[in-house]
C-alpha cells in the first residue's frame, strides 16, 4: 500500500502551471519505479509521467511529454511533478505510485496494474476557467 503523501494541487486555469511533490522518508528511490498517476473523474488510474529512481531516467504518455517534467530528489524522498501549459483535460487526482524495477519503465507507466487498495489520498488539479 502506497505511503506516499501527494500535495501541490489546486484550481488553476488553462496554460498556468502546478508543481506536485510526493514524498515518503521511508523510500529508497534506488530500487524502484514511480510515477504519478492521474484518476480522472469516472475513468482509472492513468500513468502520466515515471521515472526510474536510480537512473533518472523518464517516461511520459503523450499528453504530458513535452509539457510535465517528473524529477526525484532522493535525499528529500520526494518526487516532483512540473506541469506547465494546463488543460481542463488534465484535471483530476494526482497519486504517487512504486514498484520495484522491472524491466520496461514505460510497461510501469502505461500497463502496470496497482491493486484497487495501494493509492494515497492524491492532490486534487483542477484546470477551469
Known amino acids: 500500500q502506497s505511503r506516499f503523501v501527494e500535495s501541490g494541487g489546486g484550481l488553476v486555469q488553462p496554460g498556468e502551471s502546478l508543481r506536485l511533490s510526493c514524498v515518503d522518508y521511508?523510500?529508497?528511490?534506488?530500487?524502484?519505479?514511480i510515477g504519478w498517476f492521474r484518476q480522472a473523474p469516472g475513468n482509472e488510474h492513468e500513468g502520466v509521467a515515471c521515472?526510474?529512481?536510480?537512473?533518472?531516467?523518464?517516461f511520459y504518455n503523450a499528453s504530458a511529454k513535452s509539457r510535465f517534467t517528473i524529477s526525484s530528489d532522493n535525499v528529500k524522498h520526494t518526487v516532483y511533478l512540473q506541469m506547465d501549459g494546463l488543460t481542463p483535460e488534465d484535471t483530476g487526482i494526482y497519486y504517487c505510485?512504486?514498484?520495484?524495477?522491472?524491466?520496461?519503465?514505460?510497461?510501469?507507466?502505461?500497463?502496470?496494474?496497482?491493486?484497487?487498495?495501494?493509492w494515497g489520498r492524491g492532490t486534487q488539479v483542477t484546470v477551469s476557467s
Open positions: 521511508g523510500f529508497t528511490f534506488d530500487y524502484y519505479d
Open positions: 521515472i526510474r529512481g536510480r537512473d533518472g531516467s523518464t
Open positions: 505510485g512504486a514498484d520495484t524495477i522491472g524491466p520496461d519503465l514505460d510497461h510501469f507507466c502505461s500497463g502496470y496494474v496497482f491493486p484497487s487498495d495501494y
